[in-house]
């Protein structure tokens, strides 16, 4: 399908002219025609403000069925809340271990444990 070709249709279905589309984005006539004839692929923000003046979501432009497609069975993907170390498991334990240690530190020992991995992580 080409985008052209079905931005021709949607269009035509709901009877604007090439002028009025071009009252509603603020794109030329002329450039309106382009795409139209495939002459232009238009940018995404471009396909956007079709949608808009053609009063139609966005997958409209791509899909022609009636209603929305269905979306893929797409793995699940961690959150962030997944993804923070320290939040699960034996990641938690040992950062409350951290916790604790630290908590009992005089200020001037937790300066050179901080001090330490910093050169640590620089190597």
Known sequence: ???????????????????DIEKKTGLLRCYVSRVENG?????????????RALEVPMYQLFYDGEEAPKLP???KR??????????????AHMLAKFCRFFSRMKPS?????????QKMAKR
């Open 39 to 51: 002459h232009t692929v238009p940018a995404v923000e471009t396909l956007e403000k079709f949608a």
């Open 1 to 19: 399908m080409i985008i052209g070709e079905r931005l021709r249709a949607l269009r035509e279905q709901k009877n604007f002219s090439q002028g």
């Open 109 to 117: 020992d937790f300066g050179l444990v901080l001090y330490m991995a």
């Open 78 to 91: 961690k959150t962030a809340d997944d993804i923070l170390w320290g939040n699960s498991g034996r990641d």
């Open 73 to 75: 069975n797409l793995l």
